[in-house]
DNA sequence: CCAAAAGTGTTAAAGTTACACCCATGT
DNA sequence: ACATGGGTGTAACTTTAACACTTTTGG
């Protein structure tokens, strides 16, 4: 990285909000940096990104940044917007790993914030195991419903991020089998779509709108072991 | 401009898409760089922009270069994306201006495009206007779908552009009452629709679920001098 | 048998689209 | 008188929203 840190141009950076859902609600991952100890976790997370190549585009450093972490080759993933405020990189906690991990002063770094959504795979740990594990790991999904302050003004990309994701689910609502596991219930899409809506689904509507439409594809299997009706798996055909 | 040279960041800039509407056909507000000869004014020109100070936030800058080159106090304006290929600032008349121009060697700029909506007043000549005029005027309004080659990725960020803004006013048509005038008919407002949404609109459709909303307010006033029956104007109450 | 979630159709309301003729004005 | 664009209503169709009961399974 040392080796590298010539090419970097310390001006532009790019910051990948990279979201999940686990069938239950929508998640985020994060990456931890630096080697700080535990107690001062509180802001030691952050988007994954990093400052831009000189002879890099926007696009490619984004899918370079998610392909590194998650380890998915052709991601989904849209430019969102530029921050750019004099005051996002202040924080004195920031600029010190900043200027730790560039080796040289920073000024304001404008970054572009991109949005990706992303299957969750058991490869990636949630934040309870990251939690409970003696050694930290480097990244993990977070609830985006309850998220600890992150570094810089990672908070306000990721809430401006879902608003963006809010509407553009709104036009095209298929993009969000992105996220959805391979197999998957009705229920576990819908509570997906009401999230996303911000609204309560009603279940019949949404098995006639959604459930039957020519890409959901039913499976001749069935949920094992609740304590209920059993519910049916689909999976998406693109 | 020199004195204030070392305050600009040349890695970052600002370039704002500004569109108007004359009544019948969309216009885009472009300035004329430098002070090149007529015969090379094929890519002189370029979209209202420069490069961003180092304490100055993104919108800022937009709204300053918004405000300098239209007068307008409080314009609408939104970011709309980064651009930041590294062959955008390799053409080397592009490349010879902006080293004149900032008098210093610059690498790949990364520019943020913001677009804004602008009623067009009599304050800023029309390209007609401007190509007939003996000494060029630094900026005029252009009809966005017959455009010359302009400056660095320029055309491109405008087509861009364009399409956010279909997709936007699709989502909330009021944001076009911007760009009228403030007395207008309905067939100058239904053109707007037309080439903003890209299909024919219904003449009576359009009179029934547009022009009588609360917010459109018929006027007693109609056209003067034309061969056929004169339209009446109305206005827009916010 | 009880609790918990799954699954399944119909009807009313709202919104959208299609369509044709007479009116006012200048030349 | 004629050419040009302005102005007006109705009916079919499509989309969306509201609404309740029976089924399956584990405890």
């Known amino acids: 990285m040392d080796k590298d840190a010539l090419n970097f141009d310390p001006h532009v950076s790019v910051d990948c909000v990279i979201l999940g859902f686990d069938g239950d609600s929508l998640q985020v991952l994060l990456s931890r940096r630096g080697n700080e100890v535990p107690e001062e976790q ?7 990104g990093r400052l831009l190549h000189t002879d890099e585009d ?29 005051s996002r990189t ?8 900043l ?59 990721i809430q401006d991020t879902l608003q963006e994701l809010y509407r553009m689910a709104g036009q095209q609502p298929q993009m969000l089998f992105e996220m959805m596991p391979a197999k998957f219930t009705a229920a576990q899409l819908r509570r997906l779509h009401e999230q996303v809506s911000g609204k309560k689904i009603d279940v019949r509507n949404f098995a006639k709108l959604v459930m039957n439409k020519p ?17 049916r798996f689909y999976r998406f055909k693109p």
Chains 1, 2 share one sequence.
């Open 58 to 86: 926007l696009d490619e450093a984004a899918l370079d940044i998610i392909t590194s972490v998650t380890g998915k080759r052709h991601p989904l993933v849209k430019q969102f917007r530029a921050y750019g405020s004099p």
């Open 42 to 48: 509180y802001n030691n997370l952050k988007l994954p």
């Open 215 to 231: 890409y959901i594809l039913p499976l001749n299997e069935w949920e094992q072991n609740v304590s209920h009706r059993a519910a």
């Open 90 to 97: 202040s924080n004195p906690k920031d600029v010190l790993w």
């Open 99 to 157: 200027e730790n991990a560039i080796k040289q002063k920073i000024g304001r770094i404008v970054t572009i914030s991109y949005l990706s959504l992303m299957r969750i795979t058991n490869r990636t740990p949630h934040r309870k195991d990251a939690e409970t594990q003696a050694s930290y790991p480097d990244k993990a999904w977070y609830p985006v419903q309850d998220l600890p302050q992150l570094a810089f003004d990672h908070n306000l990309i």
